[in-house]
């Protein structure tokens, strides 16, 4: 997924105008989304929409066969990471997190999502070390920095 137009967004969310930072975040999230075409933004659409419904396993199905009929498509398996820890299964949030890292090592989503899983498990260390990571990538992500200061106060 690595092209001319990911790396300059990249480096825009290094740069200390807030606005061109907002601007390559959403650019990402855009170009993640639609990596599959309208077919898999349909499908993550209507996902989202079951979520918000708490239709989890509705979404979850929805999400399975997307997974299923595309592999590589690294925001369904976020999506899935996100629909499991709404409902508290860090370990499968986890490891769907870290499946989309395998296929998109950039994706900050999903690395911050790493971060939440371990925070939640009590799993601190491993907490810091993916809230650090994913501001390697967005170094201005005052989240990322909050979190990394409460997991070291839970460590003390």
């Known amino acids: 997924m690595q092209n001319p137009d990911i790396q300059a ?15 390559a975040t959403r650019e990402l999230w855009r170009i993640w989304f639609t990596q599959k075409g309208i077919y898999g933004l349909e499908i993550l659409e209507r996902s989202q929409m079951l979520m918000e419904a708490e239709k989890f396993r509705e979404a979850e199905t929805l999400l399975n066969q997307l997974i299923a009929d595309q592999p590589d498509f690294a925001e369904a398996w976020n999506r899935r990471a996100v629909l499991y820890f709404v409902q508290q299964n860090y370990r499968k949030s986890l490891a769907d997190c870290e499946q989309v890292e395998k296929l998109n090592p950039i994706h900050f989503g999903a690395i911050h999502g790493k971060g939440l899983c371990h925070a939640a498990m ?3 260390v491993a907490a810091i070390q993916a809230f650090r990571r994913a501001l390697e990538i967005q170094p201005y992500a005052i989240a990322n920095q909050r979190l990394i200061l409460e997991c070291n106060a839970r460590l003390s």
């Open 9 to 23: 967004l990249l480096e825009d969310l290094k740069k200390p105008d807030e606005a061109v930072r907002e601007n």
């Open 122 to 124: 009590g799993n601190y």
